[in-house]
């Protein structure tokens, strides 16, 4: 019941801006979006989440377009260290429940 | 704020015997999530508890798996007689204090384990 697709893999220059996208064309008007990364043999780390506005944090910002159907992940200044797999997740909500559904992840590899 | 720790961090185990994982969540975290990642694949949602509730539990989860979470703290998921399929990384995640909803997963580091 996977709720998001991504591209499997993209490279990055070091020092460039990296735009992650992420489509989720089913969702809900009550269901966040968030993204985690995953570096090899790690548990995912939260990078960033939101619900219908652009949010921007000190690792990330995160657009959504306005029919909420696709968002975007940007890293302002990619590094070597941002190399990982990187996830856009929808948590459902189910009779006050959530559950958070991953996607396949998108590969990104920083180039030097 | 020790984040959520998951022991062993490594199990092999031969095919046919039980294992067990550990899970402690952070200390103030009412909801505990296991989920299951394969090699390639993103992590696959396996069952949530809610205090010591278990709210929902995946159809993956057959009926050699059980997880609990006695007293709403720490959280074990067993699998008995294992299958060369059940190879995988084990992952927990805890999150939400008792009135906020809006909130973010934190990871353990993950149990593999290996079923020859």
């Known amino acids: 019941d996977a709720k998001t697709t991504q591209p499997p893999s993209m490279d990055c220059a070091e020092g460039r801006a990296a735009n992650l996208p992420c489509n989720h064309s089913t969702i809900s008007g009550n269901e966040y979006v968030y993204w985690y990364r995953q570096i090899h043999s790690q548990g995912p780390q939260y990078i960033i989440h939101?619900?219908?506005n652009n949010e921007t944090n000190e690792m990330a910002s995160l657009i959504i377009t306005e029919d909420r159907k696709s968002s975007t992940l940007i890293l302002p200044h990619a590094t070597l260290r941002d190399t990982a797999v990187y996830y856009c997740i929808v948590r459902v909500e189910t009779s006050g429940t959530y559950k958070y559904i991953f996607g396949t992840g998108t590969r990104l590899k920083v180039l030097a | 704020d020790t984040g959520v720790s998951q022991n062993p961090r490594h199990k092999i185990t031969k095919r046919g015997q039980n294992v067990t994982f550990r899970c402690d969540p952070i200390s103030e975290h009412n909801r505990l999530y296991w989920y299951r990642q394969t090699l390639g694949q993103g992590p696959e949602f396996l069952t949530y508890f809610q205090n010591e509730a278990q709210l929902e539990k995946s159809r993956l989860l057959s009926d050699r798996f059980s997880a609990e979470r006695p007293k709403g703290s720490f959280s074990t998921l067993e699998i008995q007689r294992t299958e060369q399929g059940d190879s995988a990384m084990y992952l927990c995640?805890?999150?939400?204090?008792?009135?906020?909803?809006?909130?973010?997963?934190?990871f353990g580091s993950g149990t593999q384990l290996s079923v020859l």
């Open positions: 995640a805890s999150t939400g204090t008792v009135f906020a909803t809006n909130e973010k997963l934190f």
């Open positions: 939101g619900l219908k």
